[in-house]
Protein backbone atom coordinates (compact mmCIF):
# COMPACT_ATOMS: atom_id res chain seq x y z
CA UNK A 1 0.00 0.00 0.00
CA UNK A 2 1.35 3.63 -0.90
CA UNK A 3 1.13 6.29 0.71
CA UNK A 4 -1.91 7.97 -1.09
CA UNK A 5 -3.48 4.55 -0.59
CA UNK A 6 -3.31 4.60 2.85
CA UNK A 7 -5.11 7.65 3.39
CA UNK A 8 -7.74 6.26 1.01
CA UNK A 9 -8.40 2.85 2.99
CA UNK A 10 -11.08 2.82 5.31
CA UNK A 11 -11.73 2.09 8.30
CA UNK A 12 -8.19 3.37 9.63
CA UNK A 13 -7.52 2.90 12.75
CA UNK A 14 -7.97 5.63 14.96
CA UNK A 15 -4.39 4.98 16.56
CA UNK A 16 -2.83 5.80 13.49
CA UNK A 17 -4.21 9.21 12.84
CA UNK A 18 -2.92 10.07 16.46
CA UNK A 19 0.38 8.86 15.40
CA UNK A 20 0.73 10.82 12.34
CA UNK A 21 -0.74 13.81 14.07
CA UNK A 22 2.18 13.40 16.57
CA UNK A 23 4.43 12.97 13.94
CA UNK A 24 3.54 16.09 12.30
CA UNK A 25 3.64 17.60 15.90
CA UNK A 26 7.15 16.24 16.79
CA UNK A 27 7.99 17.46 13.15
CA UNK A 28 7.29 21.03 13.56
CA UNK A 29 9.07 21.23 17.44
CA UNK A 30 12.03 19.87 15.90
CA UNK A 31 11.93 22.50 13.26
CA UNK A 32 10.69 25.27 15.45
CA UNK A 33 14.04 23.99 17.57
CA UNK A 34 16.55 24.07 14.88
CA UNK A 35 15.03 27.52 14.00
CA UNK A 36 15.61 28.85 17.19
CA UNK A 37 19.10 27.10 17.36
CA UNK A 38 20.53 29.03 14.40
CA UNK A 39 23.90 30.76 15.65
CA UNK A 40 24.12 34.17 14.94
CA UNK A 41 25.87 36.03 12.59
CA UNK A 42 29.32 36.73 15.14
CA UNK A 43 29.19 33.19 16.10
CA UNK A 44 28.99 31.62 12.24
CA UNK A 45 31.89 34.11 11.91
CA UNK A 46 33.66 32.98 14.95
CA UNK A 47 33.83 29.71 14.13
CA UNK A 48 34.82 30.34 10.47
CA UNK A 49 37.75 31.99 11.96
CA UNK A 50 38.13 29.73 14.32
CA UNK A 51 38.55 27.32 11.61
CA UNK A 52 41.05 29.14 9.20
CA UNK A 53 43.15 30.94 11.82
CA UNK A 54 45.36 27.61 12.59
CA UNK A 55 45.75 26.78 9.44
CA UNK A 56 48.42 28.73 7.97
CA UNK A 57 51.14 27.50 9.56
CA UNK A 58 51.35 24.04 9.06
CA UNK A 59 50.14 24.71 5.59
CA UNK A 60 52.77 27.06 4.82
CA UNK A 61 56.01 26.98 7.49
CA UNK A 62 55.69 30.65 8.75
CA UNK A 63 52.94 33.14 10.56
CA UNK A 64 51.03 35.62 8.92
CA UNK A 65 49.28 39.00 9.43
CA UNK A 66 46.01 37.55 8.41
CA UNK A 67 45.80 34.87 10.27
CA UNK A 68 47.03 35.28 13.38
CA UNK A 69 47.34 38.86 13.35
CA UNK A 70 43.83 40.28 11.94
CA UNK A 71 42.02 36.63 12.74
CA UNK A 72 43.34 35.90 16.41
CA UNK A 73 43.21 39.30 17.28
CA UNK A 74 39.30 38.97 17.02
CA UNK A 75 39.23 35.72 18.24
CA UNK A 76 40.97 37.55 21.57
CA UNK A 77 38.80 40.24 21.19
CA UNK A 78 35.75 37.27 21.19
CA UNK A 79 36.93 35.80 24.08
CA UNK A 80 36.78 38.44 26.47
CA UNK A 81 33.23 39.08 25.32
CA UNK A 82 32.79 35.89 26.68
CA UNK A 83 32.31 33.71 23.33
CA UNK A 84 33.23 29.77 22.98
CA UNK A 85 36.66 29.85 21.06
CA UNK A 86 38.29 26.66 20.93
CA UNK A 87 42.09 25.91 22.73
CA UNK A 88 43.44 24.83 19.16
CA UNK A 89 42.09 27.48 17.51
CA UNK A 90 44.85 29.70 19.18
CA UNK A 91 47.42 27.77 21.14
CA UNK A 92 50.13 28.04 18.29
CA UNK A 93 49.06 32.02 17.97
CA UNK A 94 49.88 32.19 21.36
CA UNK A 95 52.86 30.75 21.64
CA UNK A 96 54.26 33.21 18.34
CA UNK A 97 52.91 36.44 20.23
CA UNK A 98 54.45 35.06 23.50
CA UNK A 99 58.25 36.34 21.69
CA UNK A 100 58.04 39.54 19.76
CA UNK A 101 61.88 39.42 19.88
CA UNK A 102 61.87 36.25 17.40
CA UNK A 103 58.81 38.15 15.01
CA UNK A 104 61.14 39.40 12.28
CA UNK A 105 62.48 35.82 11.97
CA UNK A 106 59.16 34.61 10.19
CA UNK A 107 59.77 34.53 6.36
CA UNK A 108 56.36 35.62 6.17
CA UNK A 109 54.59 35.47 2.55
CA UNK A 110 56.12 35.74 -0.02
CA UNK A 111 55.91 38.82 -2.39
CA UNK A 112 53.22 40.19 0.03
CA UNK A 113 54.95 40.30 3.43
CA UNK A 114 55.91 43.99 4.99
CA UNK A 115 57.63 43.29 8.51
CA UNK A 116 56.73 46.58 9.38
CA UNK A 117 53.31 46.24 9.69
CA UNK A 118 53.21 43.04 10.38
CA UNK A 119 55.10 43.97 13.61
CA UNK A 120 52.17 46.29 14.04
CA UNK A 121 49.54 43.41 13.57
CA UNK A 122 51.02 40.63 15.89
CA UNK A 123 51.56 43.74 18.55
CA UNK A 124 47.83 44.29 17.98
CA UNK A 125 46.81 40.24 18.38
CA UNK A 126 49.53 40.28 21.49
CA UNK A 127 47.73 43.24 22.59
CA UNK A 128 44.07 41.33 22.66
CA UNK A 129 45.74 38.18 23.99
CA UNK A 130 46.72 40.40 27.05
CA UNK A 131 43.95 41.80 27.58
CA UNK A 132 42.12 38.12 27.09
CA UNK A 133 44.25 36.78 29.60
CA UNK A 134 45.44 34.36 27.12
CA UNK A 135 48.99 35.48 27.87
CA UNK A 136 49.65 36.90 31.49
CA UNK A 137 53.32 38.54 31.39
CA UNK A 138 53.26 41.72 30.41
CA UNK A 139 56.80 42.00 29.96
CA UNK A 140 56.07 40.46 26.03
CA UNK A 141 53.57 43.62 25.07
CA UNK A 142 56.19 46.00 26.00
CA UNK A 143 59.10 44.55 23.74
CA UNK A 144 56.74 44.40 21.25
CA UNK A 145 55.69 48.44 21.54
CA UNK A 146 59.33 48.88 22.21
CA UNK A 147 59.97 47.16 18.51
CA UNK A 148 57.60 49.37 16.70
CA UNK A 149 59.52 53.19 17.59
CA UNK A 150 61.84 52.22 14.81
CA UNK A 151 59.55 52.31 12.33
CA UNK A 152 57.81 55.88 13.97
CA UNK A 153 58.02 58.97 11.44
CA UNK A 154 59.16 62.14 13.14
CA UNK A 155 56.02 63.69 12.10
CA UNK A 156 54.47 60.76 15.13
CA UNK A 157 52.85 58.36 12.02
CA UNK A 158 53.63 54.93 11.14
CA UNK A 159 54.36 55.21 6.89
CA UNK A 160 53.98 51.45 6.06
CA UNK A 161 54.20 50.84 2.35
CA UNK A 162 50.51 49.69 1.24
CA UNK A 163 50.79 51.28 -2.09
CA UNK A 164 47.14 52.59 -1.83
CA UNK A 165 45.48 55.61 -1.01
CA UNK A 166 43.28 54.10 1.12
CA UNK A 167 43.65 51.02 3.60
CA UNK A 168 42.48 47.45 3.43
CA UNK A 169 41.65 45.13 5.90
CA UNK A 170 45.16 43.76 5.59
CA UNK A 171 47.05 46.83 4.80
CA UNK A 172 45.52 49.18 7.05
CA UNK A 173 46.57 52.38 5.49
CA UNK A 174 48.89 55.20 7.67
CA UNK A 175 46.20 56.24 9.50
CA UNK A 176 44.73 52.93 10.95
CA UNK A 177 48.79 51.93 11.22
CA UNK A 178 49.13 54.55 13.39
CA UNK A 179 46.28 54.01 15.85
CA UNK A 180 47.04 50.28 16.26
CA UNK A 181 50.69 51.23 17.07
CA UNK A 182 50.02 53.82 19.65
CA UNK A 183 46.80 51.46 21.22
CA UNK A 184 50.30 49.22 21.42
CA UNK A 185 52.47 51.89 23.24
CA UNK A 186 49.66 52.58 25.42
CA UNK A 187 48.72 49.91 27.18
CA UNK A 188 52.79 48.53 26.81
CA UNK A 189 53.70 50.91 28.34
CA UNK A 190 52.67 54.64 28.51
CA UNK A 191 54.95 56.20 30.44
CA UNK A 192 58.23 54.75 28.82
CA UNK A 193 56.18 55.83 25.04
CA UNK A 194 55.36 59.28 26.71
CA UNK A 195 57.29 61.09 23.95
CA UNK A 196 55.99 58.66 20.90
CA UNK A 197 52.28 58.37 22.32
CA UNK A 198 52.23 62.58 22.12
CA UNK A 199 53.53 62.28 18.89
CA UNK A 200 51.09 59.44 17.10
CA UNK A 201 48.30 61.54 19.31
CA UNK A 202 49.24 64.95 17.68
CA UNK A 203 49.83 63.68 13.78
CA UNK A 204 46.06 62.27 14.48
CA UNK A 205 44.46 65.02 15.77
CA UNK A 206 45.54 67.35 12.77
CA UNK A 207 44.92 64.61 10.08
CA UNK A 208 41.89 65.89 8.02
CA UNK A 209 39.73 62.76 7.27
CA UNK A 210 39.05 62.20 2.98
CA UNK A 211 38.14 58.46 3.53
CA UNK A 212 36.15 56.59 6.24
CA UNK A 213 39.24 54.62 7.27
CA UNK A 214 40.96 57.70 8.11
CA UNK A 215 37.96 59.02 10.31
CA UNK A 216 37.56 55.85 11.44
CA UNK A 217 41.67 56.03 12.56
CA UNK A 218 40.94 59.32 13.74
CA UNK A 219 38.28 58.55 16.25
CA UNK A 220 39.08 55.77 17.74
CA UNK A 221 42.65 57.30 18.45
CA UNK A 222 40.93 60.09 20.53
CA UNK A 223 37.69 58.33 21.62
CA UNK A 224 38.81 59.19 25.50
CA UNK A 225 40.47 62.69 24.45
CA UNK A 226 38.94 66.19 25.06
CA UNK A 227 39.87 69.56 24.04
CA UNK A 228 38.64 72.32 21.92
CA UNK A 229 41.03 71.03 19.01
CA UNK A 230 40.23 67.51 19.26
CA UNK A 231 36.26 68.09 19.78
CA UNK A 232 36.48 69.34 16.32
CA UNK A 233 38.53 66.89 14.35
CA UNK A 234 36.22 64.52 16.46
CA UNK A 235 32.79 66.21 15.21
CA UNK A 236 34.11 66.40 11.45
CA UNK A 237 35.21 62.97 11.44
CA UNK A 238 31.86 61.31 12.40
CA UNK A 239 30.13 63.89 10.08
CA UNK A 240 31.97 61.85 7.08
CA UNK A 241 30.54 58.53 8.69
CA UNK A 242 27.08 59.02 9.23
CA UNK A 243 26.69 61.22 6.23
CA UNK A 244 28.77 58.39 4.42
CA UNK A 245 26.39 55.38 4.89
CA UNK A 246 24.13 53.54 2.37
CA UNK A 247 20.99 53.05 1.46
CA UNK A 248 21.88 49.53 1.38
CA UNK A 249 23.28 50.09 5.36
CA UNK A 250 27.02 49.59 4.49
CA UNK A 251 29.52 51.95 4.04
CA UNK A 252 32.31 52.59 1.12
CA UNK A 253 36.05 54.04 2.03
CA UNK A 254 34.03 57.50 0.02
CA UNK A 255 31.37 59.20 0.64
CA UNK A 256 30.17 57.93 -2.86
CA UNK A 257 31.18 54.43 -3.16
CA UNK A 258 29.65 50.96 -3.02
CA UNK A 259 29.42 49.66 -0.23
CA UNK A 260 32.05 47.30 1.24
CA UNK A 261 32.85 44.78 4.13
CA UNK A 262 35.86 46.19 6.08
CA UNK A 263 34.08 50.05 5.52
CA UNK A 264 31.06 48.60 7.38
CA UNK A 265 32.68 46.92 10.26
CA UNK A 266 35.02 50.28 10.87
CA UNK A 267 32.17 52.43 10.72
CA UNK A 268 30.51 50.03 13.34
CA UNK A 269 33.43 49.73 15.19
CA UNK A 270 33.84 53.42 15.87
CA UNK A 271 30.19 53.84 16.44
CA UNK A 272 29.84 51.38 18.95
CA UNK A 273 32.26 53.33 21.02
CA UNK A 274 30.01 56.18 21.58
CA UNK A 275 29.10 56.68 24.76
CA UNK A 276 25.70 57.98 24.05
CA UNK A 277 23.99 56.60 21.28
CA UNK A 278 22.00 58.41 19.36
CA UNK A 279 18.71 57.61 17.90
CA UNK A 280 20.35 58.23 14.85
CA UNK A 281 23.55 56.22 15.45
CA UNK A 282 21.63 53.13 16.43
CA UNK A 283 19.53 52.94 13.73
CA UNK A 284 22.72 53.21 11.65
CA UNK A 285 24.15 50.71 13.28
CA UNK A 286 21.08 48.38 13.39
CA UNK A 287 21.02 49.13 9.61
CA UNK A 288 24.89 48.09 9.28
CA UNK A 289 24.55 45.08 10.91
CA UNK A 290 22.10 44.14 9.05
CA UNK A 291 24.22 44.58 5.83
CA UNK A 292 27.00 42.71 7.29
CA UNK A 293 24.19 39.74 8.13
CA UNK A 294 22.93 39.68 4.11
CA UNK A 295 26.66 39.75 2.83
CA UNK A 296 27.93 36.69 5.52
CA UNK A 297 28.81 33.63 3.41
CA UNK A 298 27.34 30.27 4.29
CA UNK A 299 30.78 29.26 5.62
CA UNK A 300 30.30 32.36 7.93
CA UNK A 301 33.31 34.92 6.27
CA UNK A 302 32.64 37.44 4.12
CA UNK A 303 34.01 38.00 0.36
CA UNK A 304 37.13 39.99 0.98
CA UNK A 305 37.21 43.93 0.54
CA UNK A 306 39.95 44.43 -1.76
CA UNK A 307 41.36 48.30 -3.47
CA UNK A 308 40.36 48.24 -6.01
CA UNK A 309 37.79 45.83 -5.70
CA UNK A 310 36.92 42.99 -7.13
CA UNK A 311 40.25 40.80 -6.69
CA UNK A 312 40.81 37.86 -5.24
CA UNK A 313 42.85 37.22 -1.76
CA UNK A 314 42.84 34.83 0.77
CA UNK A 315 44.74 37.37 3.04
CA UNK A 316 42.28 39.93 2.64
CA UNK A 317 39.37 37.31 2.92
CA UNK A 318 40.62 36.88 6.27
CA UNK A 319 41.27 40.00 7.39
CA UNK A 320 37.87 41.08 6.27
CA UNK A 321 36.18 38.29 7.72
CA UNK A 322 38.23 39.22 11.10
CA UNK A 323 37.20 42.68 11.18
CA UNK A 324 33.09 41.94 9.95
CA UNK A 325 33.31 39.37 13.25
CA UNK A 326 34.36 42.15 15.29
CA UNK A 327 31.98 44.75 14.19
CA UNK A 328 29.09 42.54 14.99
CA UNK A 329 30.73 41.37 18.42
CA UNK A 330 31.38 45.29 19.52
CA UNK A 331 27.42 45.87 18.35
CA UNK A 332 26.04 42.75 19.20
CA UNK A 333 23.88 44.98 21.87
CA UNK A 334 21.84 46.46 19.43
CA UNK A 335 20.92 43.34 17.29
CA UNK A 336 17.58 42.53 16.44
CA UNK A 337 14.91 40.70 18.57
Not at 22 to 45: I, T
Given at each position: MNFQQFFKAPKMPALWGLVLL????????????????????????I??????????RPENGCFSCHNNGDGARVLFVA???????????LTDTIDWLSRPLEWDENKGEPGFSDKRLARIQFAASLLEATRAEAISDQEPLRSAAQTLLAHQAPDGSWPIDAGEQVGSPVTYGVPLATW?????????????????????????????????PDAAAVLLALTERDSVEINARRERAMSLIMESQ???????????????????ALALIVLSQVTEVSDEQRQA????????????????GW????RPSGANSYAQHVSTSAWATQALIQTRQFARN
Open positions: GGVGFFAASSAHQSLAQPSPEEKANFLSREVPRWRRHQYAVSEAAMALRTLEVGDAVTFENEIRLARQWLITLDPRSLKQDGGWGPYRFSPSEVFDTITQGRDYLAITQLDSGIETT
